[in-house]
């Protein structure tokens, strides 16, 4: 009996199609499943199995990976239920955009990563309370620490994939943000991760070329398809200055919200062959 068991998946799932990008298989198939895990993935499975689900209509797809979401408690500023809205639509992994900073990292991962079913990595906000209260992130200069952050990042290297900071003025305040940057950069080397970057796209007091040039390779820029003269193409072609941050390694990510998104920008860029890193 115990041989049987061994031989046995605990559940396949056949559909009229299964997609993998690794594997560029894009046809009917199926996938075994032992113990919560995928262990074969094939056109055909022979293995007996306890239960077996068929969709000979259906899409069988690799589980979401969402690089800009806000889990959060519903009472923070940008809060949603992750396993409610996100879980329920096929998003197994989501990355929180600073929702957390340094303050409140310890009570983010009990209340929200811990209680989740849904796996739920961070970008840790510049800024020491993150998104929890209503005012601008950065209203306090002083409240961005960054041997604080530096710390809690080194404390929590695997849900902590990067820095998170927006520079549109309803973030900075009053404050330059150039000045906020300097210590952003600051925090991401000391820390040897990636920043999340929010573009200054209103009001246009600081050039996207000059923005992205502070960027490392591997940095994501968020909400890149934002109308306007900060957007990347704000002359009805994607900005020479955006293909040269491509080439250096800066990923762009589009960061769908609902103020962040323009059609016409999106078809601009698609038109002029430059397409998003991440959706």
């Known amino acids: 009996v115990k041989s049987m068991k061994m031989n046995t998946y605990d559940l396949i799932i056949k559909a009229g199609k299964v997609f993998c990008s690794d594997t560029k298989l894009n046809t009917p198939g199926a996938i075994g499943i032992k113990d919560g895990k995928i262990v074969e993935f094939n056109a055909d499975i022979k293995t007996k199995s306890i239960k077996t689900l068929n969709y000979p209509k259906g899409t069988l797809l690799p589980g979401f990976i969402d690089l800009h979401t806000h889990p959060a408690p519903s009472h923070w500023k940008y809060g949603m239920e992750a396993d409610r809205f996100l ?21 983010y991962k009990k209340a929200i990563i811990k209680k989740s079913k849904i796996d739920i990595y961070m970008a840790l906000s510049a800024a020491n309370n993150g998104e929890e209260f209503d005012h601008p992130v950065f209203e306090s200069f002083e409240d961005i620490d960054i041997n604080q952050a530096v710390e809690t990042i080194k404390n929590n290297p695997k849900l902590i994939w ?106 601009t860029a698609i038109r002029d062959g430059f397409l998003p890193d991440s959706i």
């Open 87 to 107: 879980l329920s639509r096929g998003t197994t992994t989501t990355m929180s955009q600073g929702d957390a900073g340094s303050n409140n990292w310890n009570k």
């Open 162 to 267: 990067g820095i998170s900071a927006n520079l549109s003025e309803t973030c900075t305040y009053i404050h330059k943000p150039q000045n906020i940057m300097s210590k952003v950069l600051e925090m991401a080397e000391k820390s040897s991760k990636p920043i999340l970057y929010g573009m200054r796209w209103e009001p246009f007091d600081w050039g996207i070329k000059d923005q992205l040039a502070l960027l490392r390779s591997n940095d994501v820029v968020t909400y890149c398809f934002h109308v306007g003269p900060g957007g990347l193409a704000p002359k009805g072609h994607v900005e020479d200055s955006v293909w040269e941050a491509k080439e250096k390694g800066i990923k762009f990510d589009i960061g769908h919200g609902m103020n962040s998104f323009n059609f016409e920008v999106t078809e």
